[in-house]
């Protein structure tokens, strides 16, 4: 199957530094590209997604960038605070396909007060 | 709008015994239904993606005898765990989508627990 490598596993930033983890893929025809946070024991949540006719896309202190020549895409945080601390998950629709993502293993970000 | 509920939230059982979770979309018809299973502190591993009315396609390596699928309307699917033993315990999320939206919906996630 496609796999999807997430880096790094954890990371833990100061309050107000900003945050980078990236993921590369090798599946040619994805085309959707979705970050999750996850807290604990809650279910996932959609923060931020790209699609492959754009770079990047910003969203308040999230940003997404998008390297699809070299197959990879990264999520940054800026200005982290203390709730910003959860698992985060990339994603891609393997195949193209709608709707069927293959998962990242995660990283889990602590932001220290 | 597009809330995914499921049911139950936790279920401690014996083993041996079968256990039923349903997931269900309250406000949108999903196209198609996902399972996942998440051990602790590890990803989200995808068993099987159901489409209403059409049998599940599992992933390589899930049982389909042992995890049953059932996807009976465009609004509810339904995963049991047959003849549940203690490895099987684990955190069971479900996720739908709705026509022409890559977007994945999560449920709030079933933890089942196997004595």
């Known amino acids: 199957g496609e796999n999807v490598e997430q880096h790094p596993s954890t990371l833990s930033v100061q309050e107000g530094d900003s945050a980078v983890i990236k993921c590369t893929y090798s599946?040619?025809?994805?085309?959707?590209f979705p970050w999750y946070k996850q807290e604990l024991g809650k279910r996932p949540q959609l923060i931020i997604d790209?699609?492959?006719?754009?770079g990047e896309k910003k969203d308040q202190r999230i940003a997404v960038t998008l390297n699809k020549t070299a197959k990879h895409f990264s999520l940054h945080i800026t200005e982290t605070q203390p709730e910003d601390s959860a698992v985060y998950f990339c994603?891609?629709?393997?195949?193209?396909?709608?709707?069927?993502?293959?998962f990242g293993k995660g990283t889990k970000l602590s932001v220290k007060p | 709008g597009a809330v995914v509920s499921q049911h139950p939230s936790w279920v401690i059982c014996k083993s041996g015994t079968s256990v039923k979770i349903e997931c269900r979309s309250l406000?949108?018809?999903?196209?198609?239904m996902f399972w996942y299973r998440q051990f602790p502190k590890q990803s989200l591993m995808l068993m099987a993606t159901?489409?209403?009315?059409?049998?599940?396609?599992?992933e390589q390596g899930v049982e389909k005898d042992k995890f049953l699928i059932n996807h009976a309307s465009l609004t509810l699917s339904t995963l049991t765990v047959t003849s549940a033993h203690p490895e099987d315990s684990s955190f069971y999320i479900c996720?739908?989508?709705?026509?022409?939206?890559?977007?994945?919906?999560f449920g709030p996630g079933t933890r089942l627990t196997v004595l």
């Open positions: 790209i699609r492959s006719n754009v």
């Open positions: 996720s739908a989508t709705r026509d022409r939206v890559n977007e994945q919906f």
């Open positions: 994603a891609i629709n393997y195949g193209g396909s709608q709707g069927n993502l293959i």
């Open positions: 599946d040619s025809a994805s085309n959707y």
């Open positions: 406000d949108f018809q999903a196209t198609t």
């Open positions: 159901s489409n209403e009315g059409s049998k599940a396609t599992y």
